[in-house]
């Protein structure tokens, strides 16, 4: 949650990179400084300095004159964004298996439950969403915020591909029973058993990813 003294552009940005993931700006998108003015309903100055912060993010592309590009994402992005996670989260996983607390359990059951309900209907964009929210909580017992925001803020273009593309015909399958497994072993205190699972769990959805890339559409 952020403070209520939060400067304008940190909440911009933050409100662009959930609209990108959310499909507002799909990917290739070109939006001009006076679209996001009057989407967001904010003067010129925050708007470019929310757009200069998420271009070094690499979550858009400023041009000369042009406004922003919402970049496309091709197979060595995801894997290189999945390389990233992995490593991360294994990291991640092994201090919440330490750390977590009976209220974190229950937290963290919560929003895996919440994922479940989702997961078996047919609006992508909030079984992603669930997704991603089961995963900030689970990662924010590990205490490791600057860690947790680079896994946000490289998440947006990675989560408006999924969206478009949706999943495998046995990936919402998969995803349900790492997540039950991730958090089974946090429940043991076996971290070294969360770390090989959150792993796994990255790597399987970067496969799956790039099968539905190269899949015809």
Not at 31 to 40: G, S
Request: hydrophobic residues 45%; contains cysteine.
């Amino acid at each position: 949650m952020q403070r209520i003294n939060t400067p304008t552009y940190v909440r911009l940005r933050e409100q662009i990179r959930a609209d990108i993931a959310a499909g507002v700006w799909p990917l290739g998108a070109h939006i001009t400084l006076a679209q996001m003015v009057d989407r967001y309903e904010v003067s010129l100055n925050p708007v470019r300095e929310a757009l200069l912060h998420l271009q070094g993010e690499g979550i858009i592309d400023m041009q000369m004159h042009r406004g922003a590009v919402i970049p496309t994402v091709d197979a060595t992005y995801i894997a290189n964004i999945y390389d990233m996670r992995g490593a991360i989260e294994q990291m991640l996983a092994a201090k919440v298996a330490t750390l977590a607390t009976p209220e974190d359990l229950q937290a963290i059951d919560a929003a895996r439950l919440r994922h479940e309900e989702l997961v078996t209907g047919t609006d992508i964009g909030a079984c992603v969403a669930a997704n991603r929210e089961f995963h900030r909580v689970f990662n924010g017992v590990a205490g490791n915020q600057p860690a947790v925001d680079v896994l946000g803020s490289r998440s947006s273009l990675v989560d408006a591909l999924r969206r478009s593309l949706g999943y495998g015909a046995q990936r919402k399958d998969a995803v349900i029973a790492q997540h039950r497994k991730l958090v089974a072993a946090v429940r043991k205190g076996d971290a070294a058993l969360a770390a090989k699972v959150a792993l796994e769990h990255a790597e399987s959805a970067r496969d799956d990813l790039l099968r539905m890339i190269d899949k015809p559409h």
